[in-house]
């Protein structure tokens, strides 16, 4: 008996809700254990492993389970790998495979900042209490507030409010201080 209970247990925790889609606009879809789901309706809850698309005419936005907000502009393709919230044990690992993103860091950074990762094709970004945004397709990863580390090529780089990494590949175009009209963000 005590071990169907803890089967039933870890196959509830297998599916849990991770955070769910509050806003959206245009064509959403999730890719969900090899199935396409349309997206209908606000408050679809999001799991580990699934894939949101965005099309040419859709805007998304996402609240995870511990606050963080991420909005995906159009045409872009974000993976759920990994989202666990338990204290200092918490670990987050998301990828964006194309197009653009904006992120708020939640509980995440104060309970265990160094398990969170955001992959941007060959950048991997991790926070600090932080807002960023970027761009796959351009190569591009800009710190709107706090500090963020991103690694290209097995080199690291600290990005302060105000500064745009360029890159491409596994090396780096430039780090640049941002233009005003760069702080603006994905806007449903």
Known sequence: MRILLLLVFFSISLVANVGSIVNYV???EVLRNQSTINVNHKNYELLENDIILTKNNA??????????????GKNST???NKYLI??????????AKKGSYDLV?????????QNFTFQANTATIGIRGTRFSGD???GFVNCISG???????GKKYNLKKGERLHYKNLGIIKLEKLKPSSFNVIKL
């Open 26 to 28: 245009g064509d959403v």
């Open 147 to 153: 500090e963020i580390e991103v690694g290209v090529g």
């Open 105 to 113: 860091s939640g509980d995440i950074s104060k309970l265990a900042r």
């Open 59 to 72: 805007k998304v936005q996402i609240k995870f389970i511990d606050n963080t907000t991420l909005t995906l």
């Open 86 to 95: 338990n204290g200092a044990n918490s670990k987050v690992n998301l990828k």
């Open 136 to 138: 796959v397709n351009n």
């Open 78 to 80: 974000l993976q759920i």
